[in-house]
Structures are given as structure tokens and as C-alpha cells.
């Protein structure tokens, strides 16, 4: 494979005499990256800019030509994007970021920033030898083993991660964790208990906390509930993010009650991967849109989306739906069905959809509920961030894991036209930070942290596929991670600088 692109440690250049260039000295930069074309993640137009790098910070954004290289490795960014690492707002990475650090998923694609804990599932705080589905989808029982974030956190930065991190309390890891009956709301103690790991989780640098009323282990769970534990991330400046208790023909309950929670609560929701998911409420994301409109100008509100029309969860019985495709993207019971249709399936062996899913559980499946102008609708409102919610354990994820990024550059904004190039990367780097309160990330300017990605708008384009779906995406070039150069030419460079990014309340998620 060619690259045209041009990394070098610039070390013919000779010092000139009675000047030493060193680490000691306070003006030189350890890495400049040369004749690209910035584009800040502030939603601002593109302009010709040169970067400077040292330690783990921005020190210089400045005019082309006009800053010292002398010692610095040089990059030349010629043709190509420089823009703010991007901020993969909606993941379950909670444990890949330990087993795997490499992240290869994400780097690959230019993230340097995962939120994981999303949909009300977090690796921590729990120790238990007996989770219920979904927290399944993170790993085995055996994975829960942090009972503090100070732990969990201790571990990512002990097993030093591609990517920085930053954690969502999962609602149903804490009932899992102080309920011995889930089926039930949450009585005084059991509440009680949440609620205190919740305040330590926040006072360790906690992000905020997520729920997910959809899957059984909080179902039960009533808006009382959620609002006694969401009240409790307020002084912090957390945020709620709530994967909501439906999304299909209740989906205008849902919303209510989630910008309830919000105001009752008193903090900033985030509805995660906004969709509109079964076939009763395809093509009304123009209303869902103008309800989370109206929301939005009386208290905060964000979401997130992936830029695809198909969603992955486990394989639930309950959430089979004939009337659209399923795909087996893992299966424990019968892994040799993986990446098949579960309908193809259950003809073979002579059973209904949703007896052949009992068969295959545990597992998870692709389900192609949504209605591809929903999607797109969503993913050009002015609100919406970029998540991939990539499943990262299946053994066929959904594309979206290794794809969500570069197709929303490439295939969304460059071939579709969808939005523009800066709302683009705005969407994944300069909204997210804002809306996560996190500070000096997700934006190019002097005394930001160094995470930043070079690309080729030109040949940006996600190549993960829902039958092939482990695939480099085109077109990164470039990706640095608080300073460091993590990932060159398709190739990781074997640096991994990314750390647990601890929340604090003036917004210095460091
Ligand atoms: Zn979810």
C-alpha cells in the first residue's frame, strides 16, 4: 500500500550554533504538523493553519510557514484536514478499553475520546457473578470487578488505552448491583444504596449517568426512581443520558418523560441514538424533532445517533419483529449462525422467529427497524451528536463499530451532501464536548490537549460492512492522542496515551 503522505522525524536540519534545541527549552515544539487545512471543530470555515505540539497540549495554531520546526518531527499535512480528534459520544468500551486497549476500532477511525456506560450499563461500580442480559454485552460476569470508579479507572489507566475515556454510571449496573428482585421498582434502602454509589461515582470523576428503561433489569424502574438518582449528578454538572423506555410506538410518551426527568432532576439529558424503530412510527422523526425542539427551549437537552438505519442489541424474544430483518451478530448457544438472518434461520429449523432467538441466546442481533430518512433526518438536525454505539464484544458487529465516523465525512457529508464538512466534524468533536461538559477537548486552538486527526476529505469513506464489518475505514491519515502520534497510514505507531478522563464540576475532565 502507497501513502502519499509524508510523516518524518525532521533531523536533517542542524542546530544552528550557540542555539540548542532541546526539551528544555521552552519554545520548542515536539511535533508540527504543516500545510493543512484546519477546520477547528467550533462549526467555523476552514482556513490554512500550521499546529505545534508540546507535551500533551496545543501550544501554537498559526499562520502557514510561521512557526519554528527546528527539532520538531514535522508532519506535512499538505491537501489534507486537520481537525480535533474526534468524541465517540455513545459506546459500550467500557471493557474494551482493558482487554483490548489497542482500540483499533475507534483509532482507526480518528476517535480519541470514547463515553462509555451508556444505555444504563456500566463495568463499574459492580462485582457480581451473575449478570443479567444486557450487561452481558460488555463481558463475562467475571469482567465485573470494579466496585468503585477509582478502580475501574485505575485499570484503563494501567492498561493504557489508544483512546481517552470517560464513564457514564449504567442505572441497571446499580440495581444489579443493590436489588435482589429487579422486577420491581426500587424500595428505600435499594434506593438509598444507588444513590450513595452514585455520589461516590460522581465525587471519582464520574461523567454523569445513563439509563436504559428498555431492558428488563430497569424496566421496573419509574420515573421516581430515575429522578432520585438522576437529582444526585446535579452539583456535579453530570449529564443524564437515557437510551428511553421505548422508541417505537410509544416513543412520544418516552420523550416526555425523559425531558420530565430532566426538569424534575434538574440536569442536561441526552437521548441517546434517537430513532424512530418500528414500523407504527416510521417517517415521524419530523415530529419527534420538533417535540425535542420545543423541549429544548425551556432546558438542556442533546442526543446522539449513528448513520445507519439498522440498530444491535442482544437477541431478545421480545424484541423480535417480523415484519423486518434480523441479523445474528453473535450467538453463545450456536455461534456457527453468526451472520446469518434469524428468519433464514428458524426456516432451518422449522421454528418461529422468536423461538429460533430463545435458541440462539445468549446473543445479539442487527435489526433493521428504522426507515433510512428517519436516520438521515436526525443526523442533519442542528442537535444531533455522532455516536456509534458499536458493540464492540460481537463476534459480527454491526459496521457501525468500525465504520460511524468516516461514513458520516465521506459518505453523509462529501457524497450526500447532507451537511457541510465543519458541521460535520462540529457534530463529532465541538458539540460533544460542550454538551459533556468536557473542557479543552473536542476543539484546535493553543493550550487544548493535542488530540487531533489528518484526513483526506477526498478518500474518507467507512469500509465495515453488515457481512464484512471489521474493516479499516479510508482515509485517516493521521491521529494524535494528548500529544502523541497513536496511529499513522492505516498502521497504529504503538504509542497508546490515552487515560480515564476524571469529570469535575468546572468541567475539567482531565
Ligand atoms: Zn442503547
Given at each position: 500500500m502507497e501513502y502519499d503522505f509524508i510523516y518524518s522525524m525532521d533531523v536533517s536540519i542542524p542546530q544552528q550554533p550557540g542555539r540548542q534545541v532541546s526539551e528544555d527549552t521552552p519554545h520548542a515544539f515536539e511535533t508540527v504538523i504543516v500545510g493543512g487545512t484546519l477546520i477547528d471543530g467550533t462549526g467555523a470555515p476552514r482556513r490554512p493553519m500550521d499546529i505545534?505540539?508540546?507535551?500533551?497540549?496545543?501550544?501554537?495554531?498559526?499562520?502557514?510557514?510561521?512557526?519554528?520546526?527546528?527539532?520538531?518531527?514535522?508532519?506535512?499535512a499538505g491537501g489534507k484536514i486537520v481537525a480535533p480528534g474526534f468524541i465517540d459520544v455513545h459506546t459500550h468500551d467500557d471493557n474494551a478499553v482493558i482487554k483490548s486497549p489497542e482500540m483499533t476500532p475507534k483509532i482507526s477511525q480518528g476517535v480519541t475520546t470514547v463515553i462509555a456506560g451508556n444505555c444504563g450499563i456500566s463495568l463499574a461500580p459492580l462485582t457480581h457473578t451473575d449478570c443479567p442480559t444486557p450487561l452481558n454485552i460488555l463481558g463475562p460476569p467475571a469482567d465485573y470487578r470494579f466496585d468503585?470508579?477509582?478502580?475501574?479507572?485505575?485499570?484503563?489507566?494501567?492498561?493504557?488505552?489508544?483512546?481517552?475515556?470517560?464513564?457514564?454510571?449504567g442505572h441497571n449496573t446499580l440495581r444489579v448491583g443493590a436489588m435482589s428482585d429487579l422486577g420491581r421498582k426500587a424500595d428505600p434502602a435499594e434506593l438509598d444504596d444507588m444513590r450513595d454509589k452514585l455520589d461516590a461515582a460522581m465525587r471519582q470523576g464520574a461523567l454523569g449517568f445513563s439509563t436504559g428503561t428498555y431492558y428488563k433489569p430497569s424496566a421496573a424502574a419509574d420515573e421516581d426512581e430515575i429522578v432520585a438518582l438522576a437529582e444526585i449528578i446535579a452539583p456535579y454538572d453530570g449529564v443524564y443520558a437515557t437510551h428511553m423506555r421505548d422508541e417505537k410506538a410509544r416513543i412520544f410518551e418516552s420523550l416526555e418523560e425523559t425531558f420530565s426527568t430532566g426538569r424534575r432532576a434538574r440536569v442536561k439529558v441526552v437521548i441517546s441514538h434517537h430513532k424512530c424503530a418500528s414500523p407504527e412510527v416510521w417517517g415521524r422523526s419530523a415530529e419527534t424533532l420538533a417535540v425535542i425542539e420545543g423541549a429544548s427551549k425551556t432546558?438542556?437537552?442533546?442526543?446522539?445517533?449513528?448513520?445507519?438505519?439498522?440498530?444491535?442489541?442482544?437477541?431478545?424474544?421480545?424484541?423480535?419483529d417480523e415484519r423486518y430483518r434480523i441479523f445474528v451478530s453473535w450467538s453463545d448457544s450456536h455461534p456457527d449462525m453468526v451472520g446469518r438472518d434469524l428468519s433464514d434461520i428458524a426456516e432451518d429449523w422449522g421454528v418461529t422467529q422468536k423461538e429460533a432467538a430463545v435458541r440462539l441466546s445468549p446473543g445479539g442481533g442487527i435489526y433493521f427497524s428504522m426507515d433510512e430518512q428517519d436516520m438521515r433526518r436526525i443526523l442533519a438536525h442542528p442537535t444531533s451528536m455522532i455516536g456509534s454505539d458499536g458493540l464492540p464484544k460481537d463476534t459480527?458487529?454491526?459496521?457501525?463499530?468500525?465504520?460511524?465516523?468516516?461514513?458520516?465525512?465521506?459518505?453523509?457529508?462529501?457524497?450526500e451532501g447532507l451537511f457541510d464538512?465543519?458541521?460535520?466534524?462540529?457534530?463529532?468533536?465541538?458539540?460533544?464536548?460542550?454538551?459533556?461538559?468536557?473542557?479543552?477537548?473536542?476543539?484546535?486552538?493553543?493550550?487544548?490537549?493535542?488530540?487531533?486527526?489528518?484526513?483526506?476529505?477526498?478518500?474518507?469513506?467507512?469500509?465495515?460492512?453488515?457481512?464484512?464489518?471489521?474493516?479499516?475505514?479510508?482515509?485517516?491519515?493521521?491521529?494524535?492522542?494528548?500529544?502523541?502520534?497513536?496511529?499513522?497510514?492505516?498502521q497504529p505507531t504503538g504509542e497508546r496515551a490515552g487515560r480515564f478522563l476524571r469529570h469535575r464540576r468546572d468541567g475539567a475532565a482531565t
Amino acid at each position: 500500500m502507497e501513502y502519499d503522505f509524508i510523516y518524518s522525524m525532521d533531523v536533517s536540519i542542524p542546530q544552528q550554533p550557540g542555539r540548542q534545541v532541546s526539551e528544555d527549552t521552552p519554545h520548542a515544539f515536539e511535533t508540527v504538523i504543516v500545510g493543512g487545512t484546519l477546520i477547528d471543530g467550533t462549526g467555523a470555515p476552514r482556513r490554512p493553519m500550521d499546529i505545534a505540539i508540546r507535551g500533551e497540549r496545543i501550544a501554537a495554531v498559526a499562520a502557514p510557514g510561521t512557526l519554528a520546526t527546528n527539532g520538531a518531527s514535522v508532519l506535512d499535512a499538505g491537501g489534507k484536514i486537520v481537525a480535533p480528534g474526534f468524541i465517540d459520544v455513545h459506546t459500550h468500551d467500557d471493557n474494551a478499553v482493558i482487554k483490548s486497549p489497542e482500540m483499533t476500532p475507534k483509532i482507526s477511525q480518528g476517535v480519541t475520546t470514547v463515553i462509555a456506560g451508556n444505555c444504563g450499563i456500566s463495568l463499574a461500580p459492580l462485582t457480581h457473578t451473575d449478570c443479567p442480559t444486557p450487561l452481558n454485552i460488555l463481558g463475562p460476569p467475571a469482567d465485573y470487578r470494579f466496585d468503585s470508579i477509582t478502580a475501574y479507572a485505575d485499570a484503563v489507566d494501567a492498561a493504557r488505552p489508544a483512546v481517552n475515556v470517560a464513564l457514564l454510571v449504567g442505572h441497571n449496573t446499580l440495581r444489579v448491583g443493590a436489588m435482589s428482585d429487579l422486577g420491581r421498582k426500587a424500595d428505600p434502602a435499594e434506593l438509598d444504596d444507588m444513590r450513595d454509589k452514585l455520589d461516590a461515582a460522581m465525587r471519582q470523576g464520574a461523567l454523569g449517568f445513563s439509563t436504559g428503561t428498555y431492558y428488563k433489569p430497569s424496566a421496573a424502574a419509574d420515573e421516581d426512581e430515575i429522578v432520585a438518582l438522576a437529582e444526585i449528578i446535579a452539583p456535579y454538572d453530570g449529564v443524564y443520558a437515557t437510551h428511553m423506555r421505548d422508541e417505537k410506538a410509544r416513543i412520544f410518551e418516552s420523550l416526555e418523560e425523559t425531558f420530565s426527568t430532566g426538569r424534575r432532576a434538574r440536569v442536561k439529558v441526552v437521548i441517546s441514538h434517537h430513532k424512530c424503530a418500528s414500523p407504527e412510527v416510521w417517517g415521524r422523526s419530523a415530529e419527534t424533532l420538533a417535540v425535542i425542539e420545543g423541549a429544548s427551549k425551556t432546558q438542556p437537552v442533546g442526543l446522539d445517533v449513528y448513520p445507519y438505519h439498522a440498530g444491535s442489541t442482544v437477541l431478545d424474544p421480545d424484541y423480535i419483529d417480523e415484519r423486518y430483518r434480523i441479523f445474528v451478530s453473535w450467538s453463545d448457544s450456536h455461534p456457527d449462525m453468526v451472520g446469518r438472518d434469524l428468519s433464514d434461520i428458524a426456516e432451518d429449523w422449522g421454528v418461529t422467529q422468536k423461538e429460533a432467538a430463545v435458541r440462539l441466546s445468549p446473543g445479539g442481533g442487527i435489526y433493521f427497524s428504522m426507515d433510512e430518512q428517519d436516520m438521515r433526518r436526525i443526523l442533519a438536525h442542528p442537535t444531533s451528536m455522532i455516536g456509534s454505539d458499536g458493540l464492540p464484544k460481537d463476534t459480527n458487529p454491526h459496521p457501525r463499530l468500525w465504520g460511524t465516523f468516516p461514513r458520516v465525512l465521506g459518505h453523509f457529508s462529501r457524497d450526500e451532501g447532507l451537511f457541510d464538512l465543519e458541521t460535520a466534524i462540529f457534530k463529532m468533536t465541538g458539540l460533544s464536548a460542550a454538551n459533556f461538559n468536557m473542557r479543552d477537548r473536542g476543539v484546535v486552538r493553543a493550550g487544548a490537549f493535542a488530540d487531533l486527526v489528518v484526513f483526506d476529505a477526498d478518500a474518507i469513506a467507512d469500509r465495515a460492512t453488515y457481512e464484512d464489518p471489521k474493516r479499516l475505514s479510508a482515509g485517516i491519515e493521521a491521529v494524535f492522542v494528548n500529544g502523541r502520534t497513536s496511529w499513522v497510514g492505516e498502521q497504529p505507531t504503538g504509542e497508546r496515551a490515552g487515560r480515564f478522563l476524571r469529570h469535575r464540576r468546572d468541567g475539567a475532565a482531565t
